[in-house]
């Protein structure tokens, strides 16, 4: 089965850095997209930042120069460096990949547990 696990999040205060690490594990054949994704209670889940097996990446317009997203394709893992952090970045952080699993045809999403990150202000 694949995993992915985060770690990283916490209390911080704004205006302060956070790094988050998610690790993707389980007999994964083709890692592609990776991203990490926020979600708030009572609103859907958002993406935050994606990053292509090629490197390319995306950023929401509300994280755009904070936040860097980035891979370790040997590792299979992919990490949030959040810089300037606001009260509004509040939220539990999903780490998503798409990937090809041994045991699964095609490419299909797996999510992590989350990890709950807090600005305080």
């Known amino acids: 089965q694949v995993q992915l696990v985060e770690s990283g999040g916490g209390l911080v205060q704004a205006g302060g850095s956070l790094r988050l690490s998610c690790a993707a594990s389980?007999?994964?054949?083709?890692?592609?997209?990776m991203g990490w994704y926020r979600q708030v209670p009572g609103k859907q889940r958002e993406v935050v930042a994606t990053?292509?097996?090629?490197?390319?990446?995306n950023y929401a317009d509300s994280v755009k120069g904070r936040f860097t997203i980035s891979r370790d394709s040997v590792k299979n893992m992919v990490y949030l460096q959040m810089n300037s952090l606001k009260p509004e970045d509040t939220g539990v952080y999903y780490c998503?990949?798409?990937?090809?699993?041994?045991?699964?045809?095609?490419?299909?999403?797996?999510w992590g547990q989350g990890t709950q990150v807090t600005v305080s202000s």
């Open positions: 998503n990949a798409q990937l090809v699993w041994e045991l699964a045809p095609g490419i299909r999403a797996y």
């Open positions: 389980g007999n994964i054949l083709s890692m592609k997209t």
């Open positions: 990053i292509t097996s090629g490197g390319s990446t």
